[in-house]
């Protein structure tokens, strides 16, 4: 059944991946069990035991019944969990529908909704706004440090 996990390293025993995840992981207030895996941001998905993600290896191990050709997707909405009763196998659509969308951007500004598609925007206004201005700053810096190395004003 490990073979058919992408990316899983064969050096793992159902047993062994089953103490590693659990291992790594740690519980939460809400009941999820978030997994520390490579990277170092939170709430995304995490890969551990070789380039496997977590999400998918713990289903095979702590679930069973593993079906590759569905996706795995947490009820939670924690891309980081773990927990086998948050795991569940749906068809790519269904995951696709279960999406939700975060009413503000990761600095916390109200998100604005496109009136083409009725979603919210991908790119936040302000963010963006505020990324320009800081570099339209540097850019003119550097060109008046230039024209100083010039001689000019």
């Given at each position: ?64 019944g593993y079906?590759?050709?569905?996706d795995?997707d947490q ?13 569940r ?31 919210y ?33």
């Open positions: 059944m490990l073979s058919t996990v992408k990316g899983l390293s064969r050096y793992h025993t159902e047993e062994s991946l089953r103490a590693y995840l659990l291992e790594r992981s740690h519980r939460t207030e809400d009941g999820c069990l978030v997994i520390e895996g490579y990277g170092r941001r939170r709430g995304v998905h995490q890969k551990v035991a070789g380039r496997a993600w977590a999400h998918i290896a713990a289903y095979v191990v702590l679930v069973g079906d590759p050709a569905l795995v009820t939670c909405g924690a891309a980081d969990c773990i927990e086998p009763t948050h795991l196998q749906v068809s790519r659509t269904e995951a696709c529908r279960n999406r939700t969308q975060a009413a503000q951007c990761r600095n916390g500004h109200d998100r604005e909704i496109d009136p083409a598609t009725g979603r925007r991908r790119v936040c206004r302000t963010c963006n706004r505020e990324a320009q201005r800081r570099w339209r700053e540097r850019e003119a810096a550097d060109v008046a440090q230039g024209r100083a190395a010039y001689g000019r004003s």
